[in-house]
């Protein structure tokens, strides 16, 4: 089983990319810039169990404000073990190895590991998985711990981590002195799942697949819902309720519990929950596609995420790759309902739920290699993701609207109370490399080994198949051209080949040309097979991806967002008043022609290179607009030039805060 | 001060029309068919003060399902009593004089009057004002005695129920001992304003108005807001919430206590309290105005309520006077967030709400004849409130969507758990004819008395001033045609003529014919003033309002509702499955044209005339539309023709419940 965490080593961005500029970035400033953050705010020191002033505040409920401070260190931790591979820090290497002493010191004799459970309610362990993100925590800890091995080479965090995963195996399970529970924040269930696979533990298969398996079980202890049950015993009545229930009793959907997974329809509740859950059951099958671990309801699992997949990106996904539109639960609204800001009835778009689609992505193209995965996946890496940080890399966004109004401007910040989302970017962009492509022996004897490329940028992977050693390169100025070049290295350049998979993207509606020509090249749900011969003949050769110019996409129509937006290949632009200083409300006047010309302009900011958009817009009247009349608007102004900026470099250049992603089509004013 | 509840008497419905229509329906069949239901639920016979068993039914929070029983029984009284007066019915007579009996008899010896916190909860009286409808109830009561009192000429409800106003002042006022808080649900303000106004009661008048001012000090009760104050001494979390907060502390709004009213500058929360205060809001202004009771911060609250008036219809009010899009606290949404139906994002409309907007409309013609009060009150009354009864008068919708779908057709029920909207009806179309027209001595010494009419139909008030008796009349097919006659009986047509002053709806366009011209008549804000020396020279005379033909109607750009609705004078039209039967998808993909040309048909229903319109649509192709492309849709499908019916009509004739009022604008697909 291979997770990008593990196998980013492999690759190496060697030459000059976007998506290696972004990783320098986060390499270099980021990861110290989180770490004093962690260190200001009082992070860095939790794990010394000592009373913080923070741990006074009562003033929310149920989550106090530093129940999450566990998952941003170990978040942190896991990102620095990533970058430190690839360019060593002292003080980066220093700090990790002070907080995994700190970790170690706080593990109770039993194997207990929470900061906020040992310090500030002790007694109060497990009596509410719902809310209190103790499995959540562990969860990270977890995969901070597979990162800090993989670099270290000790079992310094490993060891007390697994003590710690024993202690939980022995409190949640299907016996009837055990918790039949399962973390209201999904998570956990995936860093089970890498550890399974890093080091076999069958405690940690059997936990998560328990977990994933449990989920929504309405009578699961004592014949009710888990999250009633312990509702109960807290003693709590059934109208209190955090604030991002809406209503009381009927919310289980927030965290996909109101249902077992394999009978839910379509993808409810908060987004980065349900993205993390997913990513779990797509785990569960790939393990079981391997051969690792049998899982009988495999198919059964495979046909429900692939629905929710499906509901959700036909149904609940901006076109940036952002979902969850509702602010109040974090999470899904109905289908189609799409608000491009505030002012429009919200948009929320989350960094890590995009992150989180981007996982259950990658996932999914382990057992199913269909370009309709890696089209989303690399929609949100160069937009809702990259969106979040600003080009400097100290500066973030947890939201990301696309439309700006007067209550939400286009801003970032450099930190926030619940702080998940900037060490999220820095771990992803730390196996960034692990997203590119798959790799290896082929799974039937006598086939050769194989490289199914994903995403297209300058990297190089090496990797063992066969006892024999690859080297496959790809060198590209993606995304600002479509052109890119592969070299398989010898020696097996000269002998075996492999078998290489290049996604053709949907935009490109499956124009491409090969260099030289492969006449036995097939395209199958949008990946050109090229046989081992081909590479084996051709070790260097040449992909074209057509339709690289500006295009206009239109949201569904149900979303009742009559809108053009400009994309470029994978990338989404925005307008900004940065550019367009004129504007004055948010471009929320402000129209597009479908037939309008688009003209590209070469622009650099920041010693980066980015592809800049000029059309022309109209912006329409409101005088006489409203019921009173039979018309949508008074009509239109006078045209003027409108400049677009890819929609991930928003709110790096000052100005205003006007942005928008989506703007009006003309048609409606007309 | 003329209320419509006490002036209505002085009107009859004396020839056919709509209105009469609906009046004679709801007098003949709806009185005895809610009475039918308050006897089969356990209301009728509640004020017995026995337990029955709903009061054993615990599983709702806060608001108990038989907290609004005494309100349900005083509504139907009230109505009953204005119907009454019309139509004499036996049985309708011995219920009232039963119910009357019962109510007595439910009286504590303290003159504490309320059936829920008698029977159920006697230890919990005035404990919670926020959610318990003690004080709506109370005000129920107090309208219910007023229509008692005029129709039966004694004091057998009335003596009763100003004992328990002497007890709730004796409760609730400023003094230190007393409570400084005010009703969650505003009601009993406009009641006891219409106490004041009929009896003088100066405990009344004092009580409404501190209700008012009040409300919303952050500071009213020992430092703290009332409801936080209440809350905390009943013992409640601040996490418990009832399920129509969205969250907790910060809700409110809901109940429009966020803020004093004076600094309230958007309407929020549930659209009924809200109506229901600013319409005693504007009845303190009323009596000021009159100089009944001087009201110093009378401008200033009057400003305060037209700025809110303006918010509300410019930003919150559907095409229909609906008000309302949020099911959760059945209220206004942000700005401009008006869905139609269920699939789009909500759509509540209550019909409660649109008769409380009827009320502050009318309050407000008090203050400022301007037509735009008169037209919207005139669009509620035909729409958002005609359409929530069955032609037959049995059936009935407490939420008017726009559009229907599959999770909300488009139906009807005899009656609800909370069934407030039902009596209400009755309650409105038994004093409609105080909506009519304001009339009576001019204010100034030598002037001719005068009637501003605000709707037209066919009815005749008899009025008097100055001594003289005054009857004044229109004719009209109202709203079918334009041309309204009217006639000014002698002697006062033959001496000192009346000033009239007649609405020139907005949707005219400022069109009408006089006959006979009348070169003195001035326009002013909507109405045209005649001067009584026309209308003694000319004591009948016919206004013909232009602009009848179908029109289309646009809502606000911001709405992102790219749609056209039908209209034809204040009736809004709407397509239904009924007359075509072909849509599958409650018209959600049906286009029109803005160009399109309408017919009109006369049609009956029931006895009853009406026109229906036709033209000709086109379903769009959602085939191809989507991110994946750069369309809206797949296009247009071919021309088919389409009927609309008056919204007001909607689910009378069967069908399977597909309804919409507003129609996708074909150029968004074009």
New interface residues.
Partial sequence: MAHPQSTFAQTAFHGPSLLRARRTTISRTTVKAQLKQLRDTGRYDCFKLQWHPVYDDKSS??VPPSLFWDSDVAKWIEGACYLLADEYDEEVDRAVRELVDMIRGAQQPDGYLNVYFTVVEPDKRWSNIRDMHELYNAGHLIEAALAHKNYYHNNLLLEPIEKYVSLIHSVFGPAEHQLHGYPGHPEIELALLRLHAATGSTQAYELARYFVEERGNPRGQDGMHFFDWEARRRGD???????HY???RTSHWYNQSHAPVLRQTSVEGHAVRAMYLLTAVADLACLDELGVRAWPARDAYLAAVRALWDNMV?RK?Y?TGGIGAVK?WEGF?????L?QGT???GCYAETCAAIGVMMLAERLLHVDLDARYADVMELCLYNAVMTAMSLDGTAFTYVNQLASSDADRSVRHTWFECSCCPPNLMRLFGNLGGYLWDYGAAAEDGEPPFVNVHLYTTAKVTFQAGGQEYVFEQVSDWPWEGRVSFKLQAPAATTTGLAVRLRIP??SAGGYTLTPPCPTATLSKGYLSLPASYTAANPTFTLSIHGLSP????????T???T?TLARGPVIYCVEDADNPWEANHF?DITLS?DARVTEEERTLAGERYVALRTVCRP?D?RG?????????GGLGAERELVFVPYYLRANRGGKGHMRVGLL?Q????
């Fill in positions: 409920w149920p009545s059934p109208w209190k309720r955090p604030d809406p209503v009381s036909d996904m076109v109040q609204g109905i289908d189609y309902f608000p002012d429009e009835g949907g935009w295009r206009l996409i239109a949201p569904h129509p149900y009742n967002q009559h053009l929320r479908a329409r409101l607009a409203g019921p009173g009349s039979g018309r949508a608007s089509n048609s409606v004013v007309m």
